[in-house]
């Protein structure tokens, strides 16, 4: 019994901490199994030497290095088993995959599949001899598991290499355990490589969680990261997980605040310095450090910074093998920085920053070495998507150009380091001036950027200007003539600040603005301060905002208070005169429909809804005549949008033949359709109210009758009185009017009715106008930006422009693009302020012409009735109310 309890014991503690017997080969196994298996008390020296000479030439030098240690000699056989085991990790691990993984992600992600399998590690077998090893003690008994299970040491390793043995050749697959990546760049491919992936599965007896599956999507949600085809960014919910994270109380709970910003690190710009207060205080802390933080006020501006630096994360772009790389590096005083771009499609897209605060030693160093450095630290950091390829490293300090072609006699051994690492790349050091090297730049500094000029060519500015003679003599300006530290060169500075700045010419000032402005673009006040600390010239207040104001970058992403055009007010002429028609869906299918024709009248608001199958300029046709023109006749107007059916030489055929005027909306305004946008809501509200919504096509005639029977709140009238003078019969109505009625009594009856309720039709209540906002000078701007409203890939314009403008109306102007003429809303629109390209020193707004003549939408026209009216001061023309005949 004492035998098989200690046995037992034994057991008991493998399974706990796993083994070390499988990372042994099997002829060293027979070589110590006697002695591994000996159940003795004496201390176990003989094994320590047995597997020291049985397994000492391995590579695995951790293992060899535990047993030489002679205070191995007295432990047992399950400790030493559990050292072992804590030093002797399977090669491959699977945090190695999940560091580089988005190295390794295909490179075309149009179409993404993301597929879960089910019962993971339960999919591999457990060796016949392995299987003791698991044994779990329960207050049932003791228990073994025959198939892999969670927790075990080098599961994860395992289960990483069977999937990868799986989809090694497929370079259009990644593995991360038993999540699958799949894209392609259309659904062609995507349908093929999903029959391919699913095969190989089947192959395995591998089953997929269709919960968990996702199948041609554009985005995915992958190991903490939206992944699309523009590019990778932190997931959202994780972000506003850590936006909302509160402020830690102590060491331990920031260190876990910490942990999860770094976890995005290669997403921020200039982490390092962001984080390097809050990185002080775990300095010299312990792991599970509970000692309260006091907080400073710089370690709480840091705290926040760090939120809004991963609010604002940068979206990172997909390697790809035959894009230029170039890698930007450089060092300060306490940190250094680099960022890696390649050159994809005329713009260069960042693949990732890094950033690392320097310590003690480090900030001893001279510049060459801090540069250096620097160039060392970037080349390790993203040596995974730089190995194999010729890349460019760009440095602002022109020593180190040279450095790889110097002898290394008397060069110290750290610098010699730092140089063989790099000359394993194929690379090419070229310089880069500081003033262009602003993203590493900034990633090693914290401070704002101070940007020289040449004290020479300065100087000989200065010299020639016809401003400045006048200005020394003003009393009020105490303009100096210093030395410049370190040269021979005399400058002009104003002192009555207390940092010395030199007087900028008027020659230099437009290139001296845009050298500070356009690093990060900030507005008017914030580049006034930047300059003014820095330089000084009269009136420079005014050219900061006059020349920030026409900043076309500025205006093109920045965006301000819309413009939000008038509400107008367009009375019908007639009923069933003017009709307004639009398209609702994909819907649920419903009996074989997916969509939905929508027709309303504009007068009397009379709805109808069509379920269609699909959207063909056919279909929408022929619905429009079966289902309207059939039963109210041809109107003189109809308003669509600028769908493909509408616009279809089918349907404009229609319109032609039957004599109907057809207004089109403007892009991207679906207000001008409102009449029927509106009524969508209705519409869709009443149809999800159904308990079964998904046979909506069965409750649609139902749903019609009710809204048809509402009454409306403008005019106290139902829809169907304004038709049929009347409100129609509904189900469960206990009483009508049967009685017979003389045919002039109904006559008068309707004419009563329409007159009471004619004149409330045009009534609205409320202040219609109160988001109204239309910038003053819109109306005599020559030129405008045009907001892009349909989807931007990440990090492109808000506004498009500027673009000229050759009419102009009160809802609508129509500029020119790309040599045509385009009529946009005026929703759209903002005003572009230019400099003049004939003199750039004496920047202005552009100037203002007299308006072209009045250009209406054409949704604004109104009845051809004569009507009285008058004129306001902005050119509009205001109608007198009328009665229609009955």
């Known amino acids: 019994m004492e035998s098989l309890f200690r046995r037992h014991r034994i057991r008991k503690s493998l399974s706990k901490f796993d083994v070390i ?51 191995l000699g007295s432990l047992k056989p399950s400790q030493l088993l559990r050292q072992m085991k804590q030093t002797a990790g399977d090669l491959m691990s699977a945090e190695v995959v999940r560091t580089l993984w988005l190295q390794a992600l295909p490179k075309r992600m149009q179409e993404i599949l993301s597929l879960d399998l089910e019962r993971a590690y339960f999919n591999i077998p457990i060796a016949e001899s392995d299987i003791p090893k698991t044994a779990i003690t329960t207050p049932f008994g ?279 690492y790099i000359s394993q790349f194929t690379t090419t050091i070229s310089h880069i001036s500081g003033s262009d090297n602003v993203v590493a730049d900034t990633l090693s500094r914290m401070e704002e950027i101070t940007l020289s000029e040449d004290p020479d060519t300065l100087a000989q500015e200065q010299q020639a200007d016809p401003e400045l003679p006048t200005l020394r003599v003003n009393p009020q300006l105490q303009l100096k003539s210093l030395t410049v530290p370190g040269t021979n060169c005399s400058l002009i500075f104003e002192t009555s600040t207390a940092i010395a700045r030199p007087y900028i010419p008027q020659s230099q000032r437009v290139a001296t603005f845009h050298r500070i402005h356009d690093t990060s673009h900030p507005g008017i006040r914030a580049t006034r301060r930047l300059i003014a600390q820095r330089y000084f010239w009269p009136s420079m207040n005014a050219d900061v905002a006059r020349w920030t104001r026409a900043c076309i970058p500025c205006q093109r992403s920045k965006v301000g208070r819309h413009t939000v055009a008038p509400i107008g007010v367009f009375p019908p002429a007639g009923r069933f005169e003017h009709v307004h028609l639009d398209i609702i869906g994909p819907l649920p299918p419903s009996q074989g429909k997916a969509y939905c024709l929508t027709m309303i009248d504009r007068c009397t608001r009379w709805p109808e809804a069509v379920p269609i199958r699909e959207t063909s300029a056919e279909t929408i046709a022929k619905a429009f005549y079966e289902r309207w023109i059939s039963r109210f006749g041809v109107p003189l107007k109809i308003t669509t949008d600028q769908g493909r059916q509408f616009e279809s030489q089918l349907f404009t055929r229609l319109t032609t033949m039957l004599g109907i005027q057809r207004l089109r909306t403007s892009a991207y305004h679906p207000q001008a ?110 030129h405008v930006f045009l907001r892009h409203d349909a989807i931007r890939r990440p990090l492109a314009p808000t506004y498009d422009g500027p673009y000229q403008v050759l009419r102009r109306g009160d809802k609508v102007f129509t500029i020119k693009m790309d040599d045509r003429e385009t009529t946009v809303t005026i929703d759209r629109l903002k005003p572009a302020y230019t400099l003049p390209t004939e003199d750039n020193d004496s920047p202005r707004s552009i100037t203002n012409t007299p308006p072209p003549p009045s250009h209406q939408e054409p949704t604004t026209n109104t009845s051809e009735r004569p009507s009285h009216g008058y004129t306001t001061r902005s050119g509009r023309t205001v109608r007198v109310r009328w009665r229609p005949n009955v």
Request: hydrophobic residues 35%; neutral net charge.
């Open 21 to 71: 017997l499988p990372m042994l080969e099997a002829d060293t196994l027979t070589q110590v199994s006697d002695i591994l298996y000996n159940l003795g008390e004496e201390p176990y020296e003989k094994l320590k030497d047995r597997l020291i000479t049985v397994y000492g030439d391995n590579q695995n030098q951790r293992i060899r290095k535990l047993l030489e240690e002679k205070r």
């Open 142 to 420: 003791l228990f073994e598991f025959t198939r892999m299970c969670f927790g075990l040491r080098n599961a994860s390793q395992t289960f990483q290499r069977f999937m990868d043995a799986i989809f090694r050749d497929l370079p259009y697959v990644f593995v991360y355990i038993d999540d699958i990546l799949v894209s392609s760049v259309d659904h062609t491919e995507h349908e093929v490589h999903l029959r391919e992936v699913i095969r190989r599965l089947a192959e395995q007896g591998l089953t997929l969680n269709l919960h968990k599956c996702l199948f041609g999507v554009h985005e995915v949600d992958f190991l903490g990261y939206r992944i699309s085809s523009s590019g990778i960014s932190p997931r959202q919910t994780k972000v506003e997980e850590i936006i909302s994270y509160p402020r830690p109380e102590t060491v331990n709970g920031l260190r876990k605040f910490l942990g999860m910003v770094n976890f995005y690190r290669r997403s921020l710009p200039h982490a390092a310095d962001t984080l390097k207060e809050l990185n002080n205080y775990l300095q010299g802390s312990k792991k599970n450090d509970r000692t309260p933080i006091i907080w400073t006020e710089a370690a709480t501006a840091a705290f926040d910074k760090s939120k809004q630096a991963l609010a604002d994360a940068v979206v990172l772009g997909h390697p790809k093998p035959d894009a230029e790389l170039v890698l930007d590096t450089d060092a300060s005083d306490t940190g250094v920085g680099a960022v890696l771009q390649q050159h994809d499609e005329g713009t260069w897209i960042p693949l990732g920053f890094f950033s690392k605060p320097l310590n003690e030693a480090q900030q001893k160093y001279s510049t060459y070495d801090r540069e250096l450095l620097a160039m060392y630290l970037a080349v390790k950091h993203f040596h995974p998507l730089l190995e194999g390829r010729h890349f460019t490293i760009r440095t602002d300090h022109k020593p180190l150009i040279h450095a790889f072609k110097q002898k290394s006699n008397g060069t110290e051994p750290r610098r010699i380091r730092h140089l063989n």
């Open 673 to 782: 359709n409102g009449v029927v946008e509106r009524w969508h809501r209705s519409l869709k509200a009443a149809l999800t109210a159904r308990l079964d919504s998904a046979n909506w096509v069965r409750h649609l005639p139902t749903i019609l009758l009710g809204l048809r029977v509402v009454m409306r709140e403008d005019n106290k009238a139902s829809t169907a009185e304004l038709v049929y003078g009347r409100t129609l019969r509904l189900p469960g109505d206990l009483f009508s009017d049967n009685q017979p009625a003389e045919t002039e009594a109904i006559l008068q009856e309707l004419r009563d009715t329409f007159r009471s309720l004619q004149p409330a039709l045009f009534h609205h209540t409320g202040n219609l106008n109160t988001r109204m906002f239309v910038p003053k000078t819109l109306s005599t701007c020559t």
